[in-house]
């Protein structure tokens, strides 16, 4: 089997774990029909090829503030931007879509101060940035964590989706040191053992193990599964920004989070107030996407951005 190829078993991994990023390699392997000692030797072949597991924090569950910026550059330029913003430690994700002008990048933010000073002072004063629109995301429908799936649209199984109860609203967690260090050494490497956690922190075990408890019971931490997703087929990754009446805004959302087309879902502010991340495999799969999923419901518009390239997933540069 060539380095790159992958087969019906590293497929299913990817589907375990996506349901499931930190379960031990007995279990993984007694759902694939192998040994314990074949998945281990399977998941670090896959981390050959890229994949990474991340523990990333629930923004609204911590006290932060995630925004979506679109920025239009000058010709040439927008490479050079994405990189420059995709070396901020508080950016998840940033990609160039849209004829290579256009720029998208995912952040957090925690205080007005910090969005002040990107918004009204770093951008406003790069002269290679022709136009920002700062979208904040109200509430996600899917995909808190991930941005990458493993889902096939004709699969039978389909993987947890992460849904939020917009009737729902919890207070953000208190955080201490110990756990702001497992969120970091987590987001560095979302399986390493509550063993390893313990070293990498300077706490016991015990402690280590009733935190990182807390954090996933509280909602603090999603785990996300990062992965090529063109290695598996999908070679069209388009953002969708839906224009929806108020009315109809939860039940689109809503519809979009049980779309395994569509990996991320989010109501945001702007013109256009729902935002999806989606991945076909070719122009057709997008086209009846949109005539036979999107098409009965009640959308006003849509408009279609193709990303061109990956600039930054996760937390990585």
Request: glycine fraction near 6%; proline fraction near 5%; aromatic fraction near 6%.
């Amino acid at each position: 089997m060539e380095s790159h190829t992958l087969d019906r078993i590293d497929e299913q991994f990817l589907r375990i774990l996506q349901r499931d990023p930190r379960a031990p390699f007995a279990r993984i392997g007694e759902q694939l029909g192998v040994s314990e000692t074949t998945a281990t030797r399977r998941y670090q072949r896959l981390r050959t090829l890229g994949l990474r597991i991340s523990g990333q924090p629930v923004p609204s569950r911590i006290g932060l503030t995630r925004w979506l910026l679109r920025l239009h550059t000058q010709p040439h330029a927008a490479a050079t931007i994405a990189q420059a913003l995709a070396r901020k430690p508080d950016a998840t994700w940033v990609c160039i879509a849209s004829g290579g002008t256009e720029i998208y990048c995912a952040l957090n933010t925690r205080t007005r101060h910090e969005r002040d000073i990107l918004l009204l002072e770093k951008l406003p004063r790069t002269t290679q940035v022709t136009a920002v629109s700062a979208h904040c995301l109200l509430h996600i429908f899917t995909g808190a964590a991930s941005t990458w799936y493993a889902t096939r649209c004709d699969d039978s199984v389909t993987p947890d989706r992460i849904v939020a109860d917009p009737d729902v609203v919890t207070e953000p967690l208190s955080l201490d040191a110990t756990d702001q260090a497992l969120l970091s050494e987590l987001a560095a490497d979302g399986r390493m053992s509550v063993t390893g956690l313990a070293a990498a922190t300077g706490r016991s075990t015990s402690t280590v193990q009733r935190r990182l408890d807390r954090l996933c019971r509280e909602g603090a931490i999603g785990f996300a599964v990062d992965f090529d997703h063109a290695l598996l087929g999908y070679d069209l990754n388009v953002h969708l920004w839906l224009r929806v009446a108020p009315a109809h805004l939860r039940v689109v959302g809503k519809a979009l989070a049980t779309h395994p087309e569509a990996g991320f879902a989010a109501a945001t502010t702007g013109p256009s107030n729902l935002m999806a991340s989606c991945l076909f495999r070719s122009p057709h799969d997008l086209y009846r996407y949109l005539d036979e999923k999107l098409g009965p419901l009640p959308i006003d518009a849509i408009e279609t951005a193709p990303v061109l390239r990956d600039v930054k997933r996760l937390t990585a540069t």
